[in-house]
């Protein structure tokens, strides 16, 4: 082989050495370009998800208003018995007066009359309370920011307010409310919480295993002054970031509940 032979042997290896970092400088703008397409969809996908949030926690009150609505029907309903059977008991009173004036007329003397007296049970009016406690039936696989835990198995649900499907209790009448929660996290990995009433977070809480050869947990318990119609439940963090998944099943589970205090 000449000098001339390696000469072009050299330039062959160059120009074909070119030509791959040319493709490569193209292939990598078209990942680019993917990446950048992707991104947006990422950022609508995000849009709709908070979009959709705020939907369901107006149906949420919406509903909440309908349940108050059939409340006062029920307790109109309730007053026009309640008025007819004082109405009723009055007039029975009336007519044991006159048979008991009739009787005086021809009782003996000594002799004694009794006469048995209607008793009605008293109508409390609405019922104030409010309790329900429920957990998840399954883990919840590595979950997104602002993403709303469903706790769908409830165990108690005094005045059906807290909604299974939605993971959401809406506050009946205002006062002050007791929420407590736990929440188990995945060995090595981490979870950031929010309880949120309407769209105002309330307090946050914070599991972290890593590192750990076993599930960690974390607990926590508010004590809230809500109005009617509030809408509360508890979401992941939407600046946090989440590492494997939020752990539930029959040895430990993660679970969320609330009562009214007064």
Same mark, same amino acid.
């Given at each position: 082989i000449t000098y001339?032979?390696?000469?072009?042997?050299?330039?062959?290896?160059?120009?074909?050495?070119?030509?791959?970092?040319?493709?490569?400088?193209?292939?990598?703008?078209?990942?680019?370009?993917?990446?950048? #397409?992707?991104?947006?969809?990422?950022?609508?996908?995000?849009?709709?998800?908070?979009?959709?949030a705020k939907k369901v926690i107006e149906q949420e009150r919406r509903i909440g208003k309908l349940e108050r609505k059939c409340q006062i029907g029920n307790d109109v309903l309730s007053e026009e018995y309640t008025n007819?059977?004082?109405?009723?008991?009055?007039?029975?009173? @009336?007519?044991?007066?006159?048979k008991r004036s009739d009787s005086k007329k021809s009782t003996l003397p000594g002799q004694v009359l009794q006469l048995a007296r209607p008793r009605r049970a008293i109508?409390?009016?609405?019922?104030?309370?409010?309790?329900?406690?429920?957990?998840?039936?399954?883990?919840?696989?590595?979950?997104?920011t602002r993403h709303t835990l469903i706790f769908d198995v409830v165990r108690t649900n005094l005045g059906n307010h807290y909604n299974r499907f939605s993971g959401m209790f809406t506050a009946p009448h205002p006062g002050t409310y007791v929420f407590t929660w736990t929440a188990y996290c995945f060995a090595g990995g981490h979870t950031s919480?929010?309880?949120?009433?309407?769209?105002?977070?309330?307090? #946050?809480?914070?599991?972290?295993?890593?590192?750990?050869?076993?599930?960690?947990?974390?607990?926590?318990?508010?004590?809230?002054?809500? @109005?009617?119609?509030?809408v509360v439940f508890l979401r992941t963090h939407p600046n946090g970031s989440n590492k494997g998944n939020v752990v539930s099943s029959i040895f430990h589970r993660t679970a969320f509940a609330g009562w009214s205090l007064f």
């Open positions: 001339d032979h390696i000469s072009v042997i050299s330039i062959a290896n160059h120009v074909c050495t070119g030509k791959q970092l040319q493709q490569l400088q193209r292939t990598v703008e078209k990942l680019q370009d993917t990446i950048l #397409s992707i991104s947006k969809e990422n950022a609508k996908y995000k849009i709709l998800v908070e979009d959709l007819k059977s004082k109405g009723a008991e009055n007039n029975l009173e @009336n007519d044991q007066d006159d109508d409390s009016g609405r019922n104030l309370n409010v309790a329900f406690f429920a957990y998840m039936s399954q883990d919840q696989q590595t979950p997104s919480l929010q309880l949120v009433v309407n769209a105002n977070v309330y307090i #946050s809480s914070y599991c972290n295993a890593s590192g750990a050869l076993w599930h960690r947990s974390v607990s926590g318990t508010v004590v809230a002054k809500i @109005n009617q119609g509030d």
